[in-house]
């Protein structure tokens, strides 16, 4: 797996439909657009769009069968531009978003997808980022700015 590309699995003890549902209810509200579902082949194709440090996300999750009251998902988050050092801890951060409001809408009533979005960990890029691209920007207009 690169740099840009993101790999979260995680198990709930829930059946398969109301793990597969509980993602499509979740992904729009998380702030993903879903692009293409397969409930027999258990994928869903969805994006991500352009923040401060990417371009842009491509995800895939995979819902898997184990028991009739487990599911395990497994998402993919690919950047968008192949060669993104400073998205590259995005796409880990939505992996983890949809999982945490996945998790929160199945051990909620599961009727409001807004709420478990929003207690998912936000997927903001770290402040590390932040700095170091400020450092970066200053480094190059200094010349131009003193001179």
Do not use: C
Not at 92 to 103: H, K, M, T, V
Not at 113 to 118: D, F, N, R, T
């Amino acid at each position: 797996m690169s740099i840009n590309t993101a790999e979260t699995t995680q198990s709930f003890p829930f059946g398969y439909e109301k793990v597969f549902d509980g993602l499509i209810a979740v992904l729009g509200p998380a702030g993903f657009q879903v692009t293409s579902s397969d409930r027999v082949i258990g994928r869903i194709l969805a994006t991500a769009g352009m923040s401060s440090f990417s371009w842009g996300e491509n995800i895939t999750l995979r819902v898997e069968r184990e028991s009739d009251s487990s599911t395990r998902v497994v998402v993919q988050s690919n950047l968008k531009v192949g060669f993104n050092l400073t998205g590259s801890g995005k796409n880990a951060q939505n992996a983890e978003r949809i999982i945490g409001a996945l998790s929160h809408f199945l051990q909620s009533d599961g009727t409001n997808p807004k709420a478990s979005a929003s207690a998912a960990p936000s997927a903001n890029a770290p402040a590390v980022l932040a700095v170091l691209l400020l450092i970066v920007f200053l480094i190059i207009l200094l010349p131009y700015l003193l001179g």
